[in-house]
T-cell receptor, first 112, second 111 residues
Framework: SQQGEEDPQALSIQEGENATMNCSYK?????LQWYRQNSGRGLVHLIL?????REKHSGRLRVTLDTSKKSSSLLITASRAADTASYFC????????????FGKGITLSVRP | EAQVTQNPRYLITVTGKKLTVTCSQN?????MSWYRQDPGLGLRQIYY???????DKGDVPEGYKVSRKEKRNFPLILESPSPNQTSLYFC??????????FGSGTRLTVV
């Protein structure tokens, strides 16, 4: 069953603009991760934020986490055409499995 | 280079013909997992393995088997594939702090 629900489902922006993608989830988590997937290819891990963290940066990426609202956002600053891809949030709960539970993804198109 | 290697990348097979998708990781990770990705459904976990000889079902295990005889390998076995198993499959391994590395995927078509 889906844990993360991303919003919007699709986003189209101009190169140079910022892209903000949101993710909401339902149950308590250990951490939340964002992945990128280029057109049916492999998943690339972008960033991991733990439940006791509120914000994290990695290059042009900024992730926030609000555990009280069970939500996260991924901001890509100064977007490039190469950022065009699908983006997924995935949560990791407790327990031995600690599996990744993915949302359905956001399709980001960055127009040159 | 740290990686998860899946083979084959593409496979077309017929209903009922047993197949195995191999997965190997070179990071000495104890945890490995298989996911399938379908349009509108996202990625769903099929099976996972906490360590050698320890495997368990994920969310959608029906029609699949796995084995974990050694730490680096975690093959996915479809004993009698059916068309509803047509999907994009990903193998992943995880380090101790929940960092996942995914393979490049196997696109399987069952006709």
């Amino acid at each position: 069953s889906q844990q993360g629900e991303e919003d919007p489902q699709a986003l189209s922006i101009q190169e140079g603009e910022n892209a903000t993608m949101n993710c909401s989830y339902k149950t308590s988590i250990n951490n939340l991760q964002w992945y990128r997937q280029n057109s049916g290819r492999g998943l690339v891990h972008l960033i991991l934020i733990r439940s006791n963290e509120r914000e994290k940066h990695s290059g042009r990426l900024r992730v926030t986490l609000d555990t009280s609202k069970k939500s996260s956002s991924l901001l890509i600053t100064a977007s490039r055409a190469a950022d065009t891809a699908s983006y997924f949030c995935a949560t990791v709960g407790g327990g031995a499995n600690s599996k990744l539970t993915f949302g359905k993804g956001i399709t980001l198109s960055v127009r040159p | 280079e740290a990686q998860v290697t899946q083979n084959p990348r593409y496979l077309i097979t017929v209903t009922g013909k047993k197949l195995t998708v191999t997965c190997s990781q070179n990071m000495n990770h104890e945890y490995m997992s298989w996911y399938r990705q379908d349009p509108g459904l996202g990625l769903r976990q099929i099976y996972y393995s906490m360590n050698v000889e320890v495997t368990d079902k994920g969310d959608v295990p029906e029609g699949y088997k796995v084995s974990r005889k050694e730490k680096r390998n975690f093959p996915l076995i479809l004993e009698s594939p059916s068309p509803n198993q047509t999907s994009l499959y990903f193998c992943a391994s995880r380090d101790s702090v929940n960092g996942y590395t995914f393979g490049s995927g196997t696109r399987l078509t069952v006709v």
